[in-house]
């Protein structure tokens, strides 16, 4: 910016300003027009980065808000991670249950894996009747949706069936396509580029 | 399933025990190919929902074990967020600055934009040249970049300056490419469909 006359400069700034100052009525008219408020279904897909670690800031920002979480793992549970060491330290404000055993090419039993998601589901259910539960995680259902373990449908509807103001987050890939028609928002997390392709490991802090 | 003959139940769960132990083996030999630790750069971009909230779902993840943490919010500082008040709650393991004083059309005042922008990169870089830090969150950083109010090449180097082990996590729509070429990990958060686009508000808890 530095090659630029101080007229120049000014002349840009004010451009820069106008244009802000257009942008801002549209977006406030965009917000005056959104204003219902009510509990939503929070979708996050994809083969990228980022669909459990936005879920759990999600329960970092409703405890801002001093909500009540409750978070169940499906597939996830042999292996403690950051996330769960973490949430742990408030046993008053998250309910936390990891309910699963592992991938399903580490479990390579689908039998047991279905009776793990069934009782996976049992605990999303308790949560999903309860509305102190201002916001509920059910981490990696999509997965055990993908393997057929739980029928969509009765997932569905007791999603549907929740208390009014309760926001819901379902993360893990392929989420199915009944799902995606029910949930208010969808965030498809894709994978533009990995560092374990590049030969780096999944490490604490980052990828668990 | 209840369809299915027990015989059949039971090729279907051999079948599956078979090519989960396929993919097992291939999954195995990848892990172990990919054996490198150091600091990583991640970028979340794109126009969905979970750039931010994925970053701090990683802060909460750091601090589980027992990592130090820097954020700095380009942008964002107008309005205090969950993620702030939850964060705020550990002084000891995350320095939190939010350093913006809202989106380019609440400011209108490009000249003053710049000054908080370079105000933060120098907060930012003092997190980059201190290895305590396990993790730097530099939050909106992309819309700071895209606007021109840092120069990418200054950020590129400062980023690729840091400490061996650091993690980083950069955020905001609009990455610029310079950024995306020396990143490792790249997601782009695609927005399929948005609450706020059927009139639902930006609401505590999922949005802030």
Known sequence: ????????????????????????????????????????????????????????????????????????????????????????????????????????????????????????????RRFLSDPAYGLVVLDELNIALKYHYLDVHTVIADLLDRPEMQHVVVTGRGAPPELIAVADTVSEMTDVKHAFRAGIAAQAGTEW
């Open 1 to 124: 910016m530095t090659d630029l006359t101080p007229e120049q400069t000014a002349a840009l700034n004010e451009r820069h300003r106008v244009r802000m100052e257009r942008k801002k009525a549209i977006i406030d008219a965009k917000i005056a027009a959104a204003d219902k408020k009510i509990g939503i279904i929070i979708v996050n897909t994809g083969n990228g980065k980022g669909k459990s670690s936005s879920a759990f800031g999600m329960v970092g920002r409703a405890l801002g808000h001093g909500m009540k979480v409750g978070v169940v793992q499906f597939i996830k549970g042999a292996m403690s991670t950051g996330d769960e060491m973490f949430l742990r330290r408030f046993p008053d404000d998250v309910s936390f249950h990891a309910m699963g055993e592992g991938y399903t090419w580490e479990t390579q039993n689908r039998e047991r894996d279905i009776v793990k998601a069934e009782q996976a589901w049992e605990q999303a």
